[in-house]
């Protein structure tokens, strides 16, 4: 039992000043500063809230923005090849490739333009070309020909089914495509953009024209209002390339004619670039006061 004078020394002493300032000194109501701050501005939000239902939004182009020619700076074709072999110097002439760049007057939400071509002098020519028709028909004779690398029926659909796609293009031969279609090969070489089909001209009844048009042959698409294809290898001659610009141009000219009347599409810029070099903008001449002969131009 403990003593009295224990008792008394303990009921003596003052209270902790943790109690004491908890009971006697703090408010029974705590505001923190993270409560007292509820705008760091200052401001009512609702104010620029008001401001901004005011203000009328601006309308989206419906055409793609177009720059003004005038003042830009344009050169003559073989001013243009002069200045892009500078940016290639040291590159395999058939390593680096001329680009031509159409620039279109378009809607944003029209039809698109889009075909194959094969230019006066190809670009590509190790293009591999799969052709499904018998292997021992009058086809298969006429496709081997013109240049197809594979040629038959079953052989391939067995060969894709198992993963092996050693062809850039495909042609179907118009007796086959029944057969190609019950292989069921579209989940494989649709997503590759290989399954033939009448709407893009790979199901036709001569393949060997077809081949021999494929073989060089460049697609080229319409893409936020630029056509662009491949024009040329850089040890081509200035009277190749002009050649095959001129090919280019017209064939966008006719695809473009033959939309509807309602589409307004028309070339807005001709720009000339190359793997490794800028884009130079075309004035349409095919040399200048100060080029240099086509002779000089020819050496690499």
Not at 59 to 72: E, G, P, S, V
Not at 119 to 124: A, I
Not at 171 to 183: E, P, R, T, V
Not at 257 to 266: E, G
Request: proline residues 5%; aromatic residues 6%.
């Amino acid at each position: 039992m403990a003593s009295a004078k224990h008792c008394i020394t303990h009921l003596g002493r003052k209270p902790s000043a943790t109690l004491f300032y908890s009971r006697h000194l703090l408010p029974q109501q705590v505001f923190l500063p993270f409560q007292q701050v509820r705008f760091a501005s200052g401001e009512n939000p609702q104010k620029h809230k008001k401001k901004d239902v005011g203000k009328k939004k601006r309308k989206a182009r419906a055409t793609f923005k177009q720059y003004d020619l005038k003042d830009a700076e344009q050169f003559a074709l073989c001013d243009a090849m002069r200045y892009i072999r500078a940016f290639e110097v040291g590159r395999p002439p058939t390593s680096a490739k001329y680009e031509m760049h159409l620039k279109l007057r378009t809607q944003k939400n029209g039809p698109s333009v889009r075909n194959r071509l094969r230019l006066p002098h190809p670009v590509k020519t190790d293009t591999r070309i799969c052709v499904i028709c018998p292997s021992d028909s009058k086809h298969a004779q006429a496709a081997r020909r013109a240049g197809a690398t594979l040629v038959g029926e079953e052989e391939i659909f067995d060969a894709v089914k198992s993963g092996r796609i050693e062809f850039d293009r495909c042609i179907c031969q118009k007796d086959s495509l029944q057969k190609l279609n019950k292989a069921a090969l579209g989940r494989v070489l649709g997503p590759r953009g290989l399954m033939p089909s009448a709407k893009m001209g790979t199901v036709v009844k001569d393949v060997g024209a077809s081949v021999k048009e494929m073989v060089g042959g460049s697609e080229y698409r319409e893409r936020l209002g630029v056509v662009r294809m491949a024009v040329g290898q850089l040890g081509f001659t200035p009277e190749e390339m002009q050649r095959n610009i001129r090919a280019f141009v017209e064939n966008v000219k006719k695809d473009m004619a033959q939309l509807s009347d309602n589409i307004s599409k028309d070339i807005h810029e001709v720009v000339l670039s190359s793997t490794n070099a800028p884009g130079f903008s075309l004035n349409g001449d095919f040399r200048g006061p100060g080029s240099l002969t086509t002779k000089e131009l020819s050496v690499l």
